[in-house]
């Protein structure tokens, strides 16, 4: 059964991994759902002196192996069951990498564009007075996610300051390093991306210089994977913003493409732009999804020309787009083990917080590059060793983890 939303999907993959390793079946009863979502309406009081409400959640899928983790979207698109699998995800990527968390998201129904920059910051710290009740360094630790920054978190955590009356800075991860933020956290995500689609390319013998990438999306992630193997001499062919799609057989100038999109908000524009979807269809050896959720689909899948996908994306591929690449024989970075660089370096935040120090970048990105690798390893032994896709041996390393903490803890015999 291919066709399901991703909560029903990932419920079916995490049945079916809890009943291959005999576990107990509790293990998927306590798996299956949240152990919380907390949802809240936020009236804003816009520029014009008018209110509009809107829409918050957050959600803390298992806190089994520390408090609850992951980044708050603001998008027109976010509702509660993708809210839900999203921390469902996270659960699974901070037990492969061995992370003292369990797996959490939040996210506001708003388009932020639409926004000014005084309505986005009382918006935020609307949210977080929201929250407060379920939010804490110990409890549930928010951070970034698609269209929230480094500002964003700044604001979260002045707010959260204020309503506790004293400074708590591990109760938020991704906040500028002028506050507690960690060195390298901006780029983790997108250096991670660049670690996993290293070590693949070393596993399936393909040369650094031989090899075309296609990147759909150009925000924090896109472009900070792009600009990372620009400078590692891979040849980036193409990128797609949600506006445009620009390519060069011959490879993009990713520095130049990052000033003009900081300049002109998007990709629109710059040289002669195609259709944003056309990224699917270009002649390309890795492809590296970081935009949304469901982007590689029944439709989309067999276009792709690709032998490595690289999920930098949460939930980029669909059900049906998953068993379109498995049948191509396309090796698939899962987004758990991907995308994982940027809470990673989160966690090496909190821990900055909580000893009151201040890593210096080289430190933080040494970590996160052997860390990184050293998961990787991991998962394709599993792979290797079970004749598995990567997606399903991370799914065996994750589920296991988990499993074997509520045995420890007494969950299940
Ligand atoms: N930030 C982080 O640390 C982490 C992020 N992730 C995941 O990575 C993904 C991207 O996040 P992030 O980079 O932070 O988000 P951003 O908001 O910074 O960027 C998202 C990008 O995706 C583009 N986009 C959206 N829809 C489409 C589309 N249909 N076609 C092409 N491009 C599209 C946006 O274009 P435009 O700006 O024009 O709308 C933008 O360039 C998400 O799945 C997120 O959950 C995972 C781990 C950590
Ligand atoms: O940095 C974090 O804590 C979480 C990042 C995130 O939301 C993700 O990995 O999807």
């Known amino acids: 059964?291919?066709?399901?939303?991703?909560?029903?999907?990932?419920?079916?993959?995490?049945?079916?991994?809890?009943?291959?390793?005999?576990?107990?079946?509790?293990?998927?009863?306590?798996?299956?759902?949240?152990?919380?979502?907390?949802?809240?309406?936020?009236?804003?009081?816009?520029?014009?002196?008018?209110?509009?409400?809107?829409?918050?959640?957050?959600?803390?899928?298992?806190?089994?192996?520390?408090?609850?983790?992951?980044?708050?979207?603001?998008?027109?698109?976010?509702?509660?069951?993708?809210?839900?699998?999203?921390?469902?995800?996270?659960?699974?990527?901070?037990?492969?990498?061995?992370?003292?968390?369990?797996?959490?998201?939040?996210?506001?129904?708003?388009?932020?564009?639409?926004?000014?920059?005084?309505?986005?910051?009382?918006?935020?710290?609307?949210?977080?007075?929201?929250?407060?009740?379920?939010?804490?360094?110990?409890?549930?630790?928010?951070?970034?996610?698609?269209?929230?920054?480094?500002?964003?978190?700044g604001w979260m955590m002045d707010e959260f300051f204020k309503l506790r009356g004293r400074n708590v800075p591990g109760f938020i991860t991704g906040k500028p390093p002028v506050i507690g933020g960690s060195e390298?956290?901006?780029?983790?995500?997108?250096?991670?991306?660049?670690?996993?689609?290293?070590?693949?390319?070393?596993?399936?013998?393909?040369?650094?210089?031989d090899n075309k990438v296609a990147i759909q999306g150009f925000g924090n992630v896109g472009s900070v994977t792009a600009q990372t193997l620009y400078e590692k001499g891979l040849n980036v062919v193409a990128v797609a913003?949600?506006?445009?799609?620009?390519?060069?057989?011959?490879?993009?100038?990713?520095?130049?493409?990052?000033?003009?999109?900081?300049?002109?908000?998007?990709?629109k524009g710059y040289t002669s732009n195609e259709n944003s979807n056309e990224i699917f269809e270009v002649d390309c050896d890795i492809f590296v999804p970081a935009a949304l959720e469901n982007q590689i689909t029944e439709q989309t899948a067999p276009k792709l020309k690709a032998s490595i996908v690289a999920e930098a994306a949460n939930g980029p591929t669909s059900g049906e787009g998953d068993q379109i690449l498995a049948e191509k024989g396309v090796f698939v970075i899962p987004d758990i083990l991907c995308n994982a660089g940027g809470v990673m370096v989160s966690s090496f935040e909190w821990m900055q917080n909580d000893s009151h120090d201040h890593w210096a970048e080289e430190v933080v990105n040494d970590r996160l590059e052997k860390d990184m690798a050293k998961a990787f390893e991991e998962v394709f032994s599993m792979k290797e060793a079970n004749n598995e896709t990567m997606r399903h041996a991370a799914y065996y390393l994750a589920v296991k983890r988990l499993g074997d903490a509520m045995f420890a803890r007494g969950w299940v015999d």
């Open 1 to 153: 059964m291919t066709n399901q939303n991703p909560t029903d999907r990932l419920r079916n993959q995490i049945k079916e991994v809890v009943e291959e390793l005999h576990l107990s079946p509790s293990v998927y009863q306590i798996l299956k759902y949240p152990k919380h979502t907390f949802s809240v309406s936020i009236p804003l009081e816009k520029d014009d002196g008018t209110v509009e409400n809107f829409t918050g959640y957050r959600a803390v899928h298992s806190d089994l192996l520390g408090p609850g983790k992951g980044g708050i979207r603001f998008h027109p698109d976010v509702n509660q069951e993708e809210v839900i699998a999203l921390s469902m995800w996270m659960t699974l990527k901070t037990a492969i990498l061995k992370l003292p968390f369990g797996g959490a998201k939040g996210g506001i129904i708003v388009d932020p564009n639409k926004l000014s920059k005084r309505e986005l910051q009382q918006l935020s710290r609307q949210y977080v007075q929201n929250i407060e009740p379920v939010i804490g360094p110990q409890k549930d630790i928010p951070a970034p996610d698609v269209n929230t920054d480094g500002r964003v978190m």
């Open 184 to 209: 390298g956290r901006v780029e983790a995500t997108g250096h991670g991306v660049v670690v996993n689609i290293l070590q693949a390319m070393n596993k399936l013998g393909m040369d650094k210089g």
């Open 241 to 267: 913003d949600i506006d445009a799609m620009v390519y060069d057989e011959e490879g993009l100038n990713i520095p130049e493409m990052i000033d003009y999109a900081k300049e002109n908000g998007s990709l």
